[in-house]
């Protein structure tokens, strides 16, 4: 039976990259995403038919949450593996943030991919299945006043937190974090900077799969990469 996936923000930048190359491998698919024009052109862009599905809405809103996956599984039956991958930043540092904006940015770079393990933990301890969490090098490594740093450094607590409490039922449990990659990620920060090197979201999403097909009994827990060139 073809594996299913679930990837948050997955309609463009990484998370989209990473649905193509699951398409392609064979996975059912479905991704979510705020923007659902963005949505509607990336299941256009896809081809994929009834392999894929897209669903609106915000990923830090737990019944929004609750009803993709319950319509996953309604549909396909399954459910393999997560990709908790919706994030943002904001420009600046945190003296110059809006505080709803930065409570935006709390709730879903951390607080979504928490509710997202809460909702899924059932149907893949059921599957034996896989958790991807997109950290960042960020998330490694403090800047001053980043907000955004300080909820990939959750997000990176999170990761470990969920493996101890899986990986005695089988599910594993995988931590991505890129350095600098040219999506639109950076657009609500002004753009990716010029002078810094940068990956493709397909390489972000070669490595992501390449965790996902690890044979059974193998998780590999932490995979950090940059471009050649990013020091910090």
């Known amino acids: 039976m073809e594996p299913v996936t679930l990837i948050t923000g997955g309609s463009t930048g990484i998370g989209a990259a990473t649905a193509r190359a699951l398409l392609k491998q064979g ?12 949505l509607a052109a990336f299941a256009a862009s896809a ?5 894929l599905i897209t669903l609106a809405g915000d990923a830090s809103d737990e019944d929004h949450l609750a009803s993709a996956v319950r319509q996953i599984v309604g549909s396909w039956g399954r459910l ?6 919706a994030g943002f930043s904001l420009p600046g540092t945190l003296e110059d943030h809006d505080p709803e904006a930065m409570r935006a940015m709390v709730l ?3 607080l979504g991919p928490a509710l997202l393990v809460r909702e899924t933990l059932p149907h893949l301890r059921e599957s034996k299945g896989r958790i991807v969490i997109v950290g960042s090098v960020a998330g490694v490594r403090n800047t001053p006043g980043n907000l955004y740093s300080v909820t990939k450094w959750a997000v990176h ?7 101890l409490l899986v990986s005695k039922d089988g599910v594993g449990v995988t931590l991505v974090a890129p350095g600098v990659v040219d999506t639109p990620f950076w657009d609500q920060r002004g753009g990716t900077p010029q002078a810094a090197p940068v990956m493709t ?20 827990n932490h995979l950090t990469m940059r471009p050649a060139g990013q020091v910090g």
């Open 80 to 85: 393999d593996t997560v990709i908790a991958n």
């Open 47 to 51: 081809g994929a038919g009834d392999r």
């Open 27 to 38: 996975h059912r698919v479905a991704v979510t995403g705020r923007d659902a024009d963005r």
């Open 201 to 220: 979201a397909e390489q972000i999403a070669d490595v992501i799969v390449f965790a996902i097909n690890q044979p059974e009994g193998v998780d590999i």
């Open 108 to 110: 879903t770079n951390v």
């Open 157 to 163: 607590a999170l990761a470990e937190n969920t493996r």
